[in-house]
T-cell receptor
């Protein structure tokens, strides 16, 4: 079936450290891939997305590349800030009837000064 | 431009009580969704509405009903609440159906069923 697997958290980093959050997926067809971020007490908001293989999504210093050969969409940032502390969700978007988003379990990131 | 709004923010119910969660969007989107978020499980789709006048079941529809009142509003009703429905509920909208469409989420309703 279709699924998303994310690395378990929490991930704890010092400010300015390098961030990687792993995401792998299983899907039939040609999904789109998304990273959503949820700040404390808020709803999810789109961070970045990629709609086909080898596409790179980027936003606010975060990047992720759609790798079909490894079925991965790892999130990276070169230098994290305290304000990046949040829960990050990887999701895949499938066609066929409706805009079906399948979410990973989420990875909590805590950045300390 | 408020985006997606939800009311109430927080609700406590007793088992067997009913309630309706309200959602509205001001982005002129055609499609709307209701999700629940449980610890360690990501979000799961309860119901969705492709366009005004249509609704369909998602992954976990049992115990819920929905109404697409007009293009802006999409409500979720719990007829007889159960403790298993304790969760955080998110409404979302997108311009249309399609795997590339971004969904925009509301701030959520935290529901506790005793």
């Amino acid at each position: 079936g279709n699924s998303v697997t994310q690395m378990e958290g929490p991930v704890t980093l010092s400010e300015e450290a390098f961030l990687t959050i792993n995401c792998t997926y299983t899907a039939t067809g040609y999904p789109s891939l998304f990273w959503y971020v949820q700040y404390p007490g808020e709803g999810l908001q789109l961070l970045l997305k990629a709609t086909k293989a080898d596409d790179k999504g980027s936003n606010k210093g975060f990047e992720a590349t759609y790798r079909k050969e490894t079925t991965s969409f790892h999130l990276e940032k070169g230098s994290v800030q305290v304000s990046d502390s949040a829960v990050y969700f990887c999701a895949l978007g499938l066609s066929g009837g409706y805009n079906k988003l399948i979410f990973g379990a989420g990875t909590r990131l805590a950045v300390h000064p | 431009n408020a985006g997606v709004t939800q009311t109430p923010k927080f609700q406590v119910l007793k088992t067997g009580q009913s309630m309706t969660l309200q959602c509205a969007q001001d982005m002129n989107h055609n499609s709307m969704y209701w999700y629940r978020q449980d610890p360690g499980m990501g979000l799961r789709l309860i119901y969705y509405s492709a366009s005004e006048g249509t609704t369909d079941k998602g992954e976990v529809p049992n115990g819920y009903n929905v109404s697409r009142l007009n293009k802006r509003e999409f409500s979720l009703r719990l007829e007889s609440a159960a403790p298993s429905q304790t969760s955080v509920y998110f409404c979302a909208s997108s311009e249309s159906l399609g795997r590339q469409e971004t969904q925009y989420f509301g701030p959520g309703t935290r529901l506790l069923v005793l």
